[in-house]
């Protein structure tokens, strides 16, 4: 660990001289911001930038933002990209707020899905277990909030309910997103995957690095109980095809690290995927 990290922060450097300004270190880190919205967010340090994951209401951008400036001691302009790992709304509400603090060339990632959301050529899709999956985690993750804002979104676009699953209204403008296939890599985050994770939406993607066995899974994988074991997510928009997910990256690959989009990011064996439960 980093003397001085924020909890949950997994360090692997690749440098002779670990003294040197940390923006001029060859690191790959995940940092869990502080609890601060509904949502976990998520910053990755690259070899040549920052990348923020599902900042998803303005005091997580906030908080962000602060954990950048203060812990890592690295200007906003060195913030390359802001990511969703999925279009709802608590993993995009401060996508916003965020780009406009940063510079003229962050760009925003989204899964390809979501440019036929915002062009209205598919809806997001409906999702089953709003009275008995839901309402536990949301419950719990209202508990950790501190402020007004940490539940507050710069839009409402990514609720989905009938009445409101075509608001695309955006907090910033389509020209600066991307939407990268997944398999992909990102330039600067050379050891970090694009995988295609769908189950809670059809959109989901997850972030996973193979040198430090990190997984950021947004909301495939719970982990509200501090129990060593994570649970699939039963508020989702196709239960079979979240199954085969899970089933398909325990054939793929072996992180020792989960970041969940709700709860807590933990630690285990090679094998923490087998470990992963489903309530239904």
Not at 40 to 58: E, F, Q
Not at 91 to 119: K, N
Not at 127 to 149: D, I
């Amino acid at each position: 660990m980093l003397c001085g990290a924020p909890r949950h922060t997994r360090v692997v450097y690749d440098v002779v001289n670990t003294s040197c300004p940390i923006a001029f270190q060859r690191f790959f880190m995940v940092y869990t911001v502080p609890s601060c919205g509904f949502a976990r967010c998520y910053v990755i340090a690259g070899s040549r930038g920052l990348m923020v994951v599902d900042p998803g209401s303005r005091g997580a951008a906030r908080a962000a933002a602060r954990l950048i400036r203060q812990e890592l001691g690295m200007p906003l302009t060195a913030v390359r990209y802001v990511a969703a790992t999925h279009f709802h709304i608590d993993h995009i509400g401060g996508m916003g707020p965020l780009l406009a603090a940063c510079g003229p060339e962050t760009r925003l990632l989204f899964p390809p899905p979501v440019h036929d959301y915002l062009t209205g050529r598919r809806r997001l899709n409906r999702m089953a277990g709003w009275l008995s999956a839901l309402p536990p985690v949301t419950l719990a993750a209202a508990r950790g909030l501190r402020r007004l804002e940490d539940a507050l979104p710069a839009t409402l676009a990514g609720i989905p309910l009938p009445l409101l699953h075509r608001r695309t209204e955006l907090s910033f403008p389509v020209e600066r997103c991307d939407f990268p296939r997944t398999g992909a890599g990102l330039p600067g985050f050379a050891d970090w995957e694009i995988l295609a994770t769908p189950g809670h939406t059809e959109d989901s993607t997850s972030f996973y690095s193979r040198e430090t066995a990190a997984l950021i899974c947004g909301d495939l994988i719970l982990h509200m109980k501090q129990d060593g074991r994570g649970v699939l997510n039963a508020f989702c928009w196709n239960r079979d095809v979240i199954l085969d997910t899970l089933v398909r990256l325990r054939h793929t690959i072996a992180p020792r690290t989960v970041y969940p989009g709700h709860g807590e990011p933990w630690e285990g064996g090679e094998r923490m995927l087998d470990n992963i439960v489903k309530q239904w």
